[in-house]
Structure formats: structure tokens, C-alpha cells
């Protein structure tokens, strides 16, 4: 599977992040390129742990 690529404004990342907006793991290892890509499998956890 060949990776997605990105771009990134960094004014406007600079901007939010002196607003006080903060970056999720993901998308700060996907800023410094350690991403490990993991299969998305929320929806199937939210509703396995709402028929519980």
C-alpha cells in the first residue's frame, strides 16, 4: 500500500497552536513522518462497546 501524502500549512498550524488548539498523537507523528499507519476500527469499538 503506498502512503497517503499531505501538505501542511504551517502559518495556519502556527496560528491554531497560538489559539491554543492542540495536536492528537496521530497528527503529530504524522508532522514529525513516525506515523505507523494502524486500520481504523472506531465505529466497530463504539458499537461493540454500546451493545454490551
Do not use: C, D, I
Not at 501542511?8 to 491554543?20: C, F
Not at 496521530?26 to 481504523?40: F, N, Q
Amino acid at each position: 500500500m503506498t502512503p497517503v501524502s499531505f501538505s501542511v500549512n504551517k502559518e495556519r498550524l502556527k496560528y491554531w497552536q497560538s489559539v491554543g488548539a492542540q495536536m492528537t498523537e496521530a497528527v503529530e507523528s504524522l508532522l514529525k513522518g513516525t506515523y505507523k499507519y494502524k486500520k481504523y476500527e472506531g465505529a466497530k469499538k463504539v458499537e461493540e462497546e454500546t451493545k454490551k
